[in-house]
Each structure stands twice: as structure tokens, then as C-alpha cells.
């Protein structure tokens, strides 16, 4: 479906930026840690579901300039490349002109080649994350992922070769059995290829995955969290030295190369998210869309929503949001301009958990920022739950702090 028509209605060149997230939910086989909204064997329904992100899209947006976006997953890359480039035409149409704007895309090794990821090139992606996982075969088996280091290696040669310029590469530690040494050969193999970012994620065990069971019938070993801690600190120890800068708990990156994306969601700012499973964050508001894939396609052929809830997020958990996410970045809280955007005084409503975090050595509160020490970075998450009001259970903190890592 074409959006020329009804572009009229749209007006991005007025008031605030937003961001833009689309989800593209399939996948040609399930890993075995994913508790993603993914569907494998599912790319017969792609036609419709690019459709129906169109008119999401032109549903969705409102009068703001768009300032990123960021096609996630799922495998964006499995999208053939035309539907890629009908959405960001489509999208296009609306955007300034003179404003280059940062394009994301997922790709998954063994989803690309040169010709594809061309064709995404040419139709404005400038910023691909490559899910590599890892360099040891034997750990991207247990993960179940579908390819091999050496896919994995093509496929990053494949994206320098058409000319990407912005790549990061997703890498995981805490896998059963992963050494010490395993992870240091990993990390040393994705350097050579010099990446402008790099993403690394501790493995998390959820409930229902194909992992989760064979953990559970004692197939696989668990994860050792010491061994996890160990080898984030090598990581920090290493990306260091090659000259990352460590700007947010899970992320690196070369100067200037910081995910533009990705700080909207850390710096609590607005966005809206399209697709199955998508959330969107606008006007103290949270929504959620349907994960169900036949029901996200049937909301844009004229059947029910695609919204299946809407949250009104008090301003009470809005600041405590705010800390949350800004204590994941390098510089942490900002004491005044948090102040002054949240109308609070961080220093008097948290003074009894900024005083027992720093007693735990876990903060550092010099009266401008309040930040992560290296050991509150390894244990964020008894941290962040200490910010939300009262109310608000446990579980909520793993909710906020990760949402859209
Ligand atoms: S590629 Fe990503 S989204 Fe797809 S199954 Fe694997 S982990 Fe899940």
C-alpha cells in the first residue's frame, strides 16, 4: 500500500523529534534462549504484514520531525529488500530533507548477501546490527542460532564490502559452558573486524524457552553468574583499550558511533513503535501492541486493534523510569536537569537509597551526577528497583531497565 495519499494529513516538519521502531517478527527457526515476539516459518504472511505496517505508520504518526529509526526483531533482514524500501519510502515522504537521520536495521548472519544488503543500503538503512553472537561454534549450538562463526564473518565482510559504514555487532556471554578463554577469543576475532559499536548481552534464562528445559532436565549446565561477571569485566578491560567508550551498560562504542536509537529510550524520550508486540512511549502514556501476528494483520485490514493496552504512566513512575534508564548511561543521573524535567529533587525523595547504594559501594553521588560504580554496573538490577515508588513490585525494574536494550 502506497502512503502518497494520505501524506497530506501528515505534517513531521512541526514541534518535538520523535523516534520510530518497527517490528519485524520473523524468524526462519527459534533460538534457543528467545523469548522475543518472533515467528519461524511464518514469511508466507510478510506481504500483508509490510502492508499493515504502512498503515500503522501513517496511523501512527503525528506532527513531529522523526529523528531515528529502527527496524528490530525478530530478523529485519529476512524483509525482502523491496519491502524495506517501500516502508522508508514511505516514511521519507514525510522527513526533512536537509536532516540525515539514523537508520537501523537488524540482519541476522545467514539472512544476508551482498545483493541484499545493497539494495537495504541504497534504500537509506545507514546503520546495521549483525547478530553474531559469538565466534565459537559449539556456543552458537547451544544457542540454536542457525549460523556459523564463518557466516558470521561473511557476513560483516558482506556489509563493509557495499560500503556500511556504522555497524554493531551483538555478541553474548553466560552461555552454558562459554570459558573465559572462549569469550576472550571472541571478543579479540569480532575486533579485528572493527566495529563502530558493540552490543553484549548477558545471557537471561526465560521461562518456556527450549533452553530454559534443557537446563531444567539437566542437559545443559547453568549459567554461572560469577563466570558472567567475570567475562563483562574482561569485556570492559578489553574494549577499553582498543578505545570504546563503555556509554551505557550493555553497549561500546567508537567516538561519535554512540546508537542514536537507542538513547531515546535511555534518556526517556518519546517514540513510537509499529508492528506486532511493539511498544510505543507517548504523552505519559505506554502502549502495547498485539503479539499476535494474525491479529496485528486483521487490526489494519479493518478487523479490532492492534493496541492491546495502554498504561498511563504517573509522574511519579515517570522520574523513577528516568533515573532507572539514566543510570544505565555512563554519565547516570544528571542531578539538575533531571530535576528540573521531572519537578523533583532526586537528592531528598531517593536520600535513603542513594545513601545505602553508596554505602554498597554500588553508586557514586558527587552532587552532579549520580552513576553506577564498576560493581553497580555488574549488579544494575539491585540498583534500579530501589527507585521505583513504593507500590511498584520487583519486577517492574527488569521491565524498565531493559525494554528495548
Ligand atoms: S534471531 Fe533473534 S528474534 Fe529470531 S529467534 Fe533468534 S533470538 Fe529470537
Not at 344 to 361: P, R
Amino acid at each position: 500500500m502506497g502512503c502518497g495519499a494520505l501524506s497530506v494529513i501528515i505534517n513531521w516538519n512541526m514541534a518535538a523529534n520523535i523516534s520510530l521502531y518497527i517490528h519485524i517478527p520473523f524468524c526462519i527457526r527459534k533460538c534457543s534462549y528467545c523469548s522475543f515476539v518472533s515467528y519461524s516459518g511464518r514469511q508466507d504472511a510478510m506481504e500483508q504484514y509490510s502492508q499493515a505496517l504502512t498503515r500503522e505508520i501513517i496511523q501512527r504518526v503525528d506532527n513531529r520531525m522523526l529523528k531515528s529509526v529502527y527496524f528490530g526483531g525478530g530478523t529485519p533482514s529476512l524483509l525482502p529488500a523491496d519491502h524495506i524500501s517501500r516502508l522508508l519510502e514511505c516514511i521519507g515522504t514525510h522527513l526533512p530533507q536537509n536532516r540525515e537521520i539514523e537508520i537501523s536495521l537488524e540482519a541476522n548472519p545467514g539472512t544476508i548477501n551482498h545483493k541484499h544488503l545493497y539494495a537495504m543500503l541504497s534504500s537509506g538503512v545507514n546503520r546495521l546490527s549483525i547478530g553474531l553472537q559469538s565466534l565459537d561454534d559449539g556456543e552458537l549450538g547451544v544457542l540454536g542460532r542457525l549460523h556459523s562463526s564463518a557466516e558470521g564473518l561473511n557476513a560483516v565482510a558482506y556489509a563493509r564490502g557495499v560500503g556500511f559504514k556504522n555497524i554493531n555487532l551483538d555478541l553474548i556471554y553466560g552461555i552454558p559452558g562459554q570459558t573465559l578463554p572462549s569469550w576472550q577469543y571472541t571478543l579479540e576475532g569480532v575486533l579485528s573486524l572493527e566495529p563502530e559499536h558493540l552490543s553484549l548481552y548477558g545471557l537471561s534464562l526465560e521461562s518456556g524457552t527450549a533452553m530454559m528445559e534443557k537446563i531444567e532436565a539437566g542437559e545443559l549446565p547453568t549459567i554461572d553468574p560469577d563466570v558472567s561477571a567475570e567475562q563483562y569485566e574482561l569485556a570492559e578491560k578489553i574494549l577499553a583499550a582498543k578505545g570504546y567508550r563503555h556509554y551505557e551498560i550493555s553497549n561500546w562504542a567508537k567516538p561519535g558511533f554512540e546508537c542514536r536509537h537507542n538513547m531515546v529510550y535511555w534518556k526517556n524520550e518519546e517514540y513510537i513503535g509499529v508492528g506486532a508486540g511493539a511498544c510505543s512511549h507517548i504523552g505519559g502514556h505506554r502502549f502495547l501492541n498485539t503479539s499476535s501476528l494474525e491479529k496485528y494483520i486483521d487490526a489494519f485490514t479493518g478487523n479490532g486493534a492492534a493496541v492491546e493496552s495502554d498504561e498511563t504512566i504517573s509522574p511519579e513512575m515517570a522520574a523513577a523510569e528516568a533515573a532507572i534508564l539514566a543510570l544505565r548511561l555512563e554519565e547516570g543521573v544528571e542531578i539538575s536537569s533531571y530535576n528540573n524535567d521531572y519537578k523533583t529533587d532526586i537528592l531528598s525523595v531517593n536520600s535513603k537509597e542513594i545513601k545505602e547504594l553508596e554505602s554498597y559501594g554500588l553508586i557514586e553521588n558527587n552532587g552532579v551526577n549520580i552513576k553506577l560504580t564498576p560493581r553497580g554496573r555488574l549488579l544494575g538490577n539491585e540498583v534500579f528497583w530501589r527507585f521505583l515508588p513504593a507500590s511498584s513490585a520487583q519486577n517492574d525494574t527488569n521491565q524498565v531497565a531493559m525494554e528495548r536494550e
